[in-house]
């Protein structure tokens, strides 16, 4: 089997157990990274939420937000888990094709 | 070590996208002359790894979590100027499609991640290894120190665009406008937490794929050292 394959295969494994990384943090209590506070975090924080911040935190609206399905928000860990995944082969397909077609240009033609 | 929209400030966003334009433009450059049609899979690879590792929050209990980043591999295996294309398209496709990372904050976070952390990556590994052969064991600790170190620096200048905001903007009333946090409590957060424990992570993974690579395809390695820089 080619390397490459391996390596694919290897992402897929990746992709499956992509969903501990929403449970461990879940079973140890830990809340967002340092300095990715939602508005209301950061409230918590510091008690009131910077004006700019609030301006710009709403200057996008993500179609997964934070690799989920809108409006999944109080779902439990399993649809979650089922979302992250999805989210985790949606973003490589669109990662790869992005890739392969930059690829096109950026690349010397073989030697 | 994905700022969001809102953190930084339009000066610090502006600066650091002009900062970018010019090091996107020269990869793009630099690899058009150096990467091999053949190489482009690994590209690929390279950057969906980095995508899914950073989907792996490793918990600090009760505090905050982080993830390794995956971009000490990813200039390893394809040069600093490949991987700092392949680490800037997942963090783009994070940023629109997830909202991890802000848009306004795509040039700062391709900073930290997809140059700083790459480069100092990149040249530490190649310090270390100086001319050992690929499958030498010395090779398997240069890309674990280099991990550990590139995701601490890249953390570091994090920290500092973070904590430069008290410094740049403040409302009249003395509140912050961005965030809120100066240099003295975000470089001992960040750096703290890499340290500790985020840049571990980063180090075994580098390390581990390299260890696996040598022994399932040097080739890919021998291919990877002849890349320009």
Known sequence: MKTTTKLWIGLGIFILLSPLGLMLPELFKAGDAWGEWGTDGIKELIGYIPRGLEKLSSFWSAPMPDYAFKGWEEKGLTHLSFAYIISAVLGIIIITAVILLLGKFISKKED | ?229
């Open chain 2, 1 to 229: 070590m994905h700022i969001p929209d809102g953190y930084l400030g339009p000066a610090t966003c502006g600066v650091l996208y002009a900062v970018m334009l010019p090091i996107w433009a020269f990869a793009s450059k630099i690899v058009k002359k150096t990467l091999r049609s053949r190489q482009v899979p690994m590209l690929a690879i390279a950057a969906a790894f980095s995508f899914v590792i950073m989907m792996f929050n490793v918990p600090i209990p009760g505090g905050t979590t982080g993830h390794a980043v995956g971009a000490v591999l990813a200039a390893i295996l394809l040069g600093p100027w490949a991987a700092c294309i392949a680490v800037t398209v997942a963090l783009v496709v994070q940023a629109l499609l997830f909202g991890d990372g802000g848009i306004t904050a795509i040039g700062a976070n391709c900073f930290n991640m997809a140059f700083v952390e790459v480069f100092v990556g990149y040249y530490i590994y190649k310090i270390i290894s100086g001319h050992s052969s690929v499958i030498s064991a010395r090779r398997v600790i240069a890309a674990g120190i280099a991990g550990y170190v590139a995701i601490n620096i890249a953390a570091f200048s994090a920290a500092v665009l973070f904590g430069i905001q008290p410094l740049l903007h403040r409302a009249a009333s003395g509140e912050s406008l961005y965030c809120p946090y100066g240099l003295n409590v975000a470089i001992p957060a960040m750096l703290g937490e890499h340290m500790l424990i985020f840049g571990w992570v980063e180090a075994i993974v580098t390390a581990m794929v390299i260890k696996y690579l040598q022994k399932q395809d040097p080739n890919i390695l021998e291919t990877a050292e002849e890349v320009i820089e």
